[in-house]
């Protein structure tokens, strides 16, 4: 919340005029919702900083001030450590796979040549 006040005070030139009754005037803006301070607070307060203002000379204008903008997460990017993880993955299980399928054919061979010799 945000407290201004302005007083305008008038230079008396040397003569006879009487200087003129003091006046203030208060902006509070404030964020949505009841108003943080009484206008009467405000009064009495602006009203005791200068001397010869009445409280009843002190102008409040309450204004609310729209919340600020929501940071916005910036867009999300590939992760180049995700990437290297994944084709590391890949390659490993397309070693595996490989690695079996020749076990695999050598097994087949070995049970084929040894059912032939059993067989007379």
Known sequence: ?????????ADV????E???RPRASVLVLARPGPPPLADDDVRRLVAGAVPGLDAADVAVVF????????????????????????????ALLGAAL??????????????????????P
């Open 18 to 20: 009487e200087a003129p």
């Open 1 to 9: 919340d945000e407290l201004r006040s302005t007083q305008y005070a």
């Open 98 to 119: 490989a690695f079996a399928a020749l076990r695999n054919a050598g097994l087949r061979r070995r049970l084929g040549t040894a059912d032939r010799k059993a067989t």
């Open 13 to 16: 030139l040397a003569g006879d």
């Open 63 to 90: 204004a609310t001030r729209p919340a600020p903008p929501r940071a916005v997460p910036p867009p999300s990017r590939p992760r180049p450590a995700l990437h290297v993880g994944v084709l590391a993955a890949t």
